[in-house]
């Protein structure tokens, strides 16, 4: 079983949609949890960082965590043409990232 | 401004080459990572290090080597390609002490093996 697993999608929106991207995770020792958004043919880079439970917002982003269930997840309101990537779940544990598989999102005009 | 570089976006080699892929970090990071990434298995990690000249295996270390002779520096080394090595090679660095320190990645470097 894989540390943190996520479904790969593809998911694909219409603009102005409100988009749910989930995670869950094994390891119950995990603390730190972060979304990263890959462009096509780029690097991830950082969205979003949670540590333990609870809600965390970003303007439309919204990242959250239930430690009871072993979930993470990502909210997005109001989606964007420009929204449209691959997003990745992770947890931290000690200095080793921990990666789901990605979710492809399609924002469409 | 934060820069993780990688030496080549595409590279193309043959069966049985031996490969280097170099990855520079410009942040005096003391962490450097080397993942490879496939479609439906996400970020697999490969090697890691901690400090120059250290290395630690991660979860698929078989057929690659590192290098990390200075800080800014971490080298993987293909020691005979194969095709199964074909894949997106992503480097990433991350500050070393406190709990929680972001992960900066590189473009990626497009590896196929002919």
């Known amino acids: 079983q894989k540390e943190v697993e996520q479904d790969p999608g593809p998911l694909s929106v219409p603009e102005g949609a409100i988009v749910s991207l989930n995670c869950t995770y094994s390891n119950s020792a995990f603390q730190y949890f972060m979304w990263y958004r890959q462009y096509s043919r780029k690097g991830p880079e950082l969205l979003m960082y949670?540590?333990?439970?609870g809600n965390k917002e970003d303007g439309r982003f919204t990242a959250q965590v239930d430690k009871s269930s072993k979930y993470i997840s990502l909210f997005i309101r109001d989606s964007q043409p420009s929204d449209s990537a691959t997003y990745l779940c992770a947890s931290l544990y000690g200095n080793q990232f921990y990666f789901g598989t990605g979710t492809s999102l399609t924002v469409i005009p | 401004d934060v820069k993780v570089t990688q030496s080549s976006r595409y590279l193309v080699k043959r069966t049985g080459e031996k490969v280097f892929l170099e990855c520079v970090q410009d942040?005096?990071?003391?962490?450097m990572f080397w993942y490879r990434q496939d479609p439906g298995l996400g970020l697999r990690l490969i090697y890691f290090?901690?400090?120059?000249?250290?290395?630690e295996k991660g979860d698929i270390p078989e057929g690659y080597s590192v290098s990390r002779e200075k800080k800014e520096r971490f080298s993987l080394i293909l020691e005979s390609a194969s095709t199964n090595q074909t894949s997106m090679y992503l480097c990433?660095?991350?500050?070393?002490?406190?709990?929680?320190?972001?992960?900066?990645f590189g473009p990626g470097t497009r590896l196929t093996v002919l």
């Open positions: 949670t540590y333990s439970s």
């Open positions: 990433a660095s991350s500050l070393r002490g406190t709990p929680y320190n972001e992960q900066f």
């Open positions: 290090s901690y400090d120059v000249k250290m290395k």
């Open positions: 942040m005096d990071h003391e962490n």
